[in-house]
């Protein structure tokens, strides 16, 4: 009456075939290590770039710390800077000079004093163009023309 060949139907309609359930969840198996594994790689690619994300963060929360400080320092030593700017105004100055000068060198002025004012490119200058010809004056302007003199005040 039975026949025996491994085959059974459920009463709900499901077809259990004994030689192949075994297979069957082999493959289920496989596909679900499958998918695991590509879970796990996905998951350790995703830890990766948060790792390194968080240690740039945190490398540029530090370069941005150190930018901060240096920036301090910059502004400390500007200011130290003018200050020491300020102290060598009043130290050069002629009534700083005049003073160091008379307390601590005892210095005094002279009883008196000659002014002699030579001008000798002028005299130079008179002679050189008495002597000179027309042609050789007008050579000399064009000549000039062409340079620029720098003047101190």
Known sequence: ????NNNYNNVNGYNHNNNNSNSSYADYDKED????????????????????????TLKINNLSYQIDQMQNEIHA??????????????????????????NELSMVEPESMET?????EDIEI??????????SQITDFITNLGTARAYSP
């Open 77 to 102: 030593m500007e200011e130290t800077n003018h200050k020491l700017g300020i102290q060598l105004s009043n130290a050069s100055s002629l009534t700083q000079v005049d003073e160091i000068a008379r």
């Open 1 to 4: 009456m039975y026949k025996n």
């Open 33 to 56: 290590k499958k998918n695991i594994y590509i879970y796990l790689i996905l998951l350790t690619i995703c830890a990766i770039i948060l790792v390194v994300y968080i240690s740039y």
């Open 126 to 135: 008179e002679n050189k163009t008495n002597s000179r010809y027309f042609f």
């Open 116 to 120: 002699i004012v030579l001008k000798t």
